[in-house]
């Protein structure tokens, strides 16, 4: 009874409260055939806590964790140090347990953290307004193609063949019809600005994008605003804000972003926190929450929620977004990542990083049947395997120790593309780890 605390009067009084002769009866909906007759093959009945807790841990010792061997994983999510400062602050109580501003009046500590969050944001996308974060990345992108709409009142989405994948199919989820996603562009040579249509709300290009090119956002923003279209540009390495020219300075209209490289680890894929600013003329079409500076009635200076028109307020159809909260613990994280940076910290870790993939490209390329397929990059490129299958090579490099990168191809599985590696160096890559991989990579492919 340890893991079924209710007894059998208890579950005859839950029944007939709810009005059912049998457990049974509250699955008579679901179509015959999908229930299982019993428990799955295999699967044990019952067993102990000191029994269970050693088989899952039996199950949990097959993975490669992160750190345990050389790691250069990246397509989106980035294993960079998280000083212990961040860890020690996010899990005081008054932050843990305060996950975002549901009492915003009295939740003064709270907003201000949000507040100075979305000042960061702000100065490094290059925009005039930030709100107080996103689920993530993806959901962020698909927001930002809706409020384009919002802004355009047009309904047409054009997306770079070089956004991550997850991102294209997240916003074609969420915005539906109207949204045309170019074919994957590995070398960034699409000529995008011929796609712009008479219809499109906006055009939406990440640089660095997913196979790690850098794009010149300028000329793209340029021929957007001739046809009346928003550009949103998308970010997954939020790193790279310490090196390169900011979205907003290129033109950007809306800046959308991953911000799990600051203050986050990879968390098995999450939670993350999405970064969203936008300029201040679109400030009322601004999905999500925003925190606003003001004074009480004695002069001092307090904090607020402003521009709230999201779905907890007003109809959902009137509502300038389907999130009704933020990611305040991660974005939390992040501020404080950020503040212990400062912005010298940020550009001498965006520095460290962009050397070591520099470098590691070098070793890499000197490989026989190893192409460096980008012209620029920050620390993440793509390589050809001259015909191999990467996903193959991956699982072989993983046998002799070594997480060597993410096979194209299980983010774009389709013809022509099953011998691309992308390959993502951090700071947590040092000379070691870029030898390793190259000499399993030689020895994989000889």
């Known amino acids: 009874m340890r893991y079924l605390p209710l007894s059998g009067a208890d579950r005859e009084a839950m029944l007939k409260r709810i009005g059912v002769d049998s457990i049974d009866a509250l699955y008579e909906d679901v179509p015959p055939g999908r229930l299982l007759p019993a428990a799955p093959e295999g699967l044990p009945s019952r067993m102990g806590e000191l029994a269970v807790e050693r088989e899952l841990g039996r199950m949990a010792a097959r993975n490669v964790a992160a750190g345990s061997v050389p790691f250069f994983l990246g397509a989106g999510a980035y294993r960079h140090h998280i000083p212990a400062t961040v860890d020690h602050l996010v899990q005081r109580s008054e932050f843990l347990t305060s996950y975002t501003p549901y009492q915003p009046e009295i939740a003064q500590g709270t907003l201000q953290c949000l507040f100075e969050f979305q000042t960061q944001v702000a100065e490094l996308t290059g925009m005039e307004v930030a709100n107080a974060s996103m689920y993530d990345g993806s959901t962020a992108c698909a927001e930002a193609a809706l409020m ?7 309904r047409g989405v054009i997306l770079s063949g070089g956004l991550h994948p997850h991102y294209a199919e997240v916003t074609r989820t969420l915005a539906g019809d109207g949204v045309t996603a170019l074919p994957a562009d590995v070398t960034a040579q699409e000529d995008i600005a011929a796609r712009i249509t008479p219809d499109a709300a906006c055009v939406v290009v990440q640089s660095p994008d ?12 340029e021929a957007a605003h001739r046809a009346g279209a928003l550009l949103v540009a998308v970010v997954t390495e939020a790193v790279s804000f310490g090196l390169l020219k900011s979205p907003g300075s290129l033109g950007a209209d809306i800046v959308v972003a991953e911000g799990q490289s600051l203050g986050s680890s ?10 969203f600013a936008t300029r201040e003329k679109f400030v009322r079409q601004m999905p999500g929450r925003l925190c606003g500076q003001t004074v009480d009635a004695d002069g001092r200076r307090g904090f607020v929620l402003t521009l709230s028109a999201r779905e907890q307020h007003i109809r959902r159809e009137k509502a300038t977004s389907n999130i009704c909260t933020n990611s305040g613990l991660c974005a939390l994280a992040f501020s404080i990542h950020m503040t212990l940076l400062g912005g010298r910290g940020l550009r001498r870790l965006a520095m460290i990083n962009h050397a070591g993939a520099v470098a590691l490209a070098e ?5 026989p049947g190893v192409a460096v397929l980008n ?10 395997l001259a015909g191999r299958d990467a996903a193959e090579v991956t ?8 997480l060597g990168g993410v096979p194209v191809s299980r983010l774009l599985p389709r013809a022509g593309l099953d011998d691309l590696l992308l390959v993502a160096a951090t700071e947590m890559n040092g ?8 000499d399993a990579l030689k020895e994989v492919l000889q």
């Open 266 to 275: 990879l968390n098995f894929g999450g939670p993350h926190v999405g970064l």
């Open 395 to 402: 699982e072989r490099l993983a046998a002799r120790g070594v």
């Open 210 to 221: 997913v196979f790690g090119n850098l794009r010149d956002l300028a000329p793209i923003a």
């Open 431 to 438: 000379e070691a780890d870029r030898r390793a991989l190259a």
């Open 375 to 384: 012209r620029s990059f920050f620390n993440e490129f793509t390589v050809r």
């Open 148 to 154: 384009a709409r919002r802004v355009t009142k047009r």
């Open 363 to 367: 070793q890499l390329e000197s490989i």
